[in-house]
């Protein structure tokens, strides 16, 4: 008779309880249109630890495992699918479309520990989902925000230079700004924005603000301090 759990070690439950956490993010940006459960295989009966929008599939935490899930864990082992998950069309009880992908999470040594099971109700209305990704009409204050800048730079060092670029700009820009207090707000804003977690950060800084590297690290015990 097989075995319906597998033993999970500290690290792999951590590795579980990581996603719960990543699953919320995924949802808020994916929209209501998206059910997200997420399976451990510790419990073959219980192992849905995590459920997002289960309205589609009437599914709990607590709920077992699917018979799709246990064949494609029993192709993955056979070696007979991917083990990199598969994608399908499905239907829920009432009969209503679902577009599903069912992923396997693997934990220590390699082992699949877990499963990722995402279904896009179909009937999902499209003015719905142009107002999840298009920011408008929305009752969450993020959501309806205009459109963030974010900087794609192709490195690190590309993205240090961009950035301090950018805020001397808009630094210069603000006339309720000293000229003598300039660098130091740029370099505060700089702090504020992370930047110098990244390697020669510092430095890149300094040659964009035509200063010392003591300077900056100057502006930064200030800052910290």
Known sequence: MKKS???????????LDSYCHMLEGLSAYLGA??????HSLESYEHSAIKVINGFYTGRREGASITDLALNLLEQIKNKKQSDSGITYYATNA???PLKSSTIPIRGEKGRIIGLLCINFYLNTPVSDLLKNFCGTASSSPELSTPFQQENFSSDSTALI?????????QVFLDQTIASSNRNKEII???YQKGIFHLKDAVLLTSQELNISKNTVYLHLRHIEH
Do not use: F
């Open 5 to 15: 759990s597998i033993h999970l070690t500290d690290t792999d439950r951590a590795i």
């Open 33 to 38: 249109g998206y059910e997200i459960v997420l």
């Open 94 to 96: 009432k009969g209503e």
């Open 161 to 169: 230079q961009d950035t301090v670029r950018q805020t001397k700009n």
């Open 188 to 190: 505060h804003r700089l």
